[in-house]
């Protein structure tokens, strides 16, 4: 059963997710997933034709994840534990969306796994697909540039309360479209 505080935060999740662009149907990686605060929301909005992808180096998030999925009688969420490689196994275009949630504390400015993340993202995304970034824990702008070089274009920023760590805080999510 879950408590108001739970409840505000799942609903929140939908509603930035729904602004971002996430519709019924859709395929969703949420790489850096954690304890699925966009992951369960995201199932939600895209039902049962949909399929999100949950990826995390952290087993014992994913497992708290699996059990709020079945708990919520969620079907369409796969998760995948990860030990950080960034060569994903899945097909070009697999993806409608990918989510990049404050994972930036992992992936620095100069770190050449920045640029390797954004390339296999890039290689996973279809060609009119969203990559959708909450831009915690790094320069937004020079992140914005990154992401520019590496094929992507901003198509909006969100401004607003955003869901960090379980939590309501300002904060903006930036939307690019694969060039």
């Known amino acids: 059963m879950k408590n108001n505080i739970e409840n505000y935060t799942e609903e929140r999740c939908k509603e930035i ?5 996430i519709e019924k149907g859709q395929t ?10 966009y992951t369960i929301p995201a199932a939600k909005i895209i039902g049962n034709k949909g399929k999100v ?22 079907h369409n ?12 196994e899945f097909k070009d275009g697999a993806f409608d969306v990918v989510l ?12 050449p ?14 060609s009119d697909g969203l990559i959708s970034v909450y831009p915690e824990h790094i ?13 992507f274009y901003l198509i909006n920023r969100l ?3 955003i869901i960090h760590e379980g939590k309501p805080e300002q904060g903006q999510i930036l939307n690019f479209r694969k060039e």
């Open 77 to 88: 969420i796969e998760t995948i534990k990860t030990s950080g490689e960034l060569n994903f």
């Open 139 to 151: 320069e937004t702008e020079k992140l914005k540039q990154k992401m520019e070089k590496s094929g």
């Open 159 to 161: 401004r607003g309360k």
């Open 113 to 126: 796994k920045l640029l390797e993340l954004l390339k296999e993202v890039y290689r996973v995304l279809k």
């Open 28 to 37: 969703v990686l949420d790489f850096g997933c954690g304890g699925g605060n």
């Open 17 to 21: 997710l729904k602004r971002v662009g």
């Open 53 to 74: 992808y949950a990826v995390d180096e952290d087993g014992y998030k994913l497992k708290d994840l699996q059990e709020k999925a079945k708990s919520a009688n969620l």
């Open 100 to 111: 990049l949630y404050d994972i930036f504390w992992y992936f620095s400015l100069q770190s």
